[in-house]
C-alpha cells in the first residue's frame, strides 16, 4: 500500500497562492495516476487535478480556470499542486490520492484512487 503525506496547506488572501505537496512512500507505481480532490465543510469531497505519467496527461475540474497546476516528479514520488489566484470558495481540506486508474478519456472519481492522504486544510480569506 502507497502512504501519502501532504504539506503546504495554510491560510491564505484571496488573490494569493499556496503549493501543496504530496510525498508517497512504500509501493509506488509510476505508471499509476495521482491526484488531488478537496471537501468543503457540509459538500462532498471534489476533484481538482490529476495526472497519468504513463500518457502524459493531465486533467483539472472546470472550476480551475487555469488557476492551478499539478505536476509530477517520479525520482521524488511527490506530486505538487501549485494554486494561483485563490479564491474564497476554494477553502477545504485538500486530499491527494494515488494509485489510480481510469478511462484516459474520462475525468477521474475519487473511486478511481486507490490509497488517499489525510489532507492539509486551506483557507482563502476575503
Known amino acids: 500500500q502507497v502512504q501519502l503525506v501532504e504539506s503546504g496547506g495554510g491560510l491564505v488572501q484571496a488573490g494569493g497562492s499556496l503549493s501543496l505537496s504530496c510525498a508517497a512512500s512504500g509501493r509506488t507505481f509510476r505508471s499509476a495516476g495521482m491526484g488531488w480532490f478537496r471537501q468543503a465543510p457540509g459538500k462532498e469531497r471534489e476533484f481538482v487535478a490529476a495526472g497519468r505519467t504513463r500518457y502524459g496527461v493531465t486533467y483539472y475540474a472546470d472550476f480551475v480556470e487555469g488557476r492551478f497546476t499539478i505536476s509530477r516528479d517520479n525520482a521524488k514520488n511527490t506530486v505538487y499542486l501549485q494554486m494561483n489566484n485563490l479564491k474564497t470558495e476554494d477553502t477545504g481540506v485538500y486530499y491527494c490520492?494515488?494509485?489510480?486508474?481510469?478511462?484516459?478519456?474520462?475525468?477521474?472519481?475519487?473511486?478511481?484512487?486507490?490509497?488517499w492522504g489525510q489532507g492539509t486544510q486551506v483557507t482563502v480569506s476575503s
Open positions: 490520492a494515488a494509485e489510480g486508474s481510469w478511462d484516459v478519456t474520462a475525468i477521474p472519481r475519487a473511486a478511481d484512487f486507490g490509497s
